[in-house]
């Protein structure tokens, strides 16, 4: 049973600090999605990958967030340094690629919170 | 700018039919996907539509029309697992499966 995994489930930290998320994506997709949930502001996309090359971050914020994908099975964001408006659930999902239904495959999250 | 609405919440009872509407002004369009989330859960694909009409999957529908900008899902024979949100997702460029997500909709099933 493929699926996303995400490191960690659960991130508490202190205004200033670095934090990285970790995404390994389904064995064979090319693209990879990270996205932030919060309440105010719902399932925002932040960054998008496709074979490895980023297509489009223009969701994020570029002065304290990044977007990696050193493999074909490692996708990381880090926010430097964190902010307390930071606190959300961050997504990764990835996905076959184009096709019919253009499916995306949500792993489990990380919830971060910045004290 | 990309805009998609949908009700904050509905309710209904264990066995009856619920329509989840989605209206959408985006920059562009190619299609029309929904998601299902549960508490505290990650959102799990439930259907997409490119073109007009009705798809069907088991007790799951979804209906798109281009023409008015619109789309929905309708759920049949309601159990208390379907209590979740459930999100209208816009594809907006032809050749990148990039998605705008509506704010959602609270389904609350009561027995």
């Known amino acids: 049973d493929a699926r996303v995994t995400q490191t960690p489930r659960h991130k508490v930290t202190e205004m200033g600090q670095e934090v990285t998320m970790r995404c390994q994506p389904i064995l064979g997709h090319n693209t990879v999605f990270w996205y932030r949930q919060t309440m105010m502001q719902g399932l925002e996309l932040l960054a998008y990958?496709?074979?490895?090359?980023?297509?489009?971050d223009s969701g994020m914020p570029k002065d304290r967030f990044s977007a990696e994908m050193p493999d074909a099975t490692l996708a990381t964001l880090k926010i430097q340094p964190s902010e307390p408006r930071d606190s959300a659930v961050y997504f990764c999902?990835?996905?076959?690629?184009?096709?019919?239904?253009?499916?995306?495959?949500f792993g489990p999250g990380t919830r971060l919170t910045v004290l | 700018g990309q805009s998609l609405e949908q009700p904050s919440e509905v309710t209904a009872v264990e066995g009856a039919i619920v329509q989840i509407n989605c209206t959408y002004q985006?920059?562009?369009?190619?299609?029309l996907s929904w998601y299902q989330q549960h508490d505290g859960g990650a959102p799990t694909f439930l259907s997409y539509?490119?073109?007009?009409g009705l798809e069907e999957t088991g007790r799951f529908s979804s209906f798109l029309s281009r023409s008015d900008s619109y789309g929905y899902l309708l759920l049949q024979e309601l159990q208390m697992k379907d209590s979740a949100s459930y999100f209208c997702?816009?594809?907006?460029?032809?050749?990148?499966?990039?998605?705008?997500f509506g704010s959602g909709t609270k389904l609350n099933v009561k027995p």
């Open positions: 539509n490119a073109l007009d």
């Open positions: 990958f496709r074979n490895r090359a980023p297509l489009d």
């Open positions: 999902a990835s996905g076959p690629g184009l096709g019919s239904t253009d499916t995306q495959y």
């Open positions: 997702a816009v594809k907006v460029q032809y050749n990148f499966n990039k998605f705008y």
């Open positions: 985006t920059s562009g369009f190619y299609g």
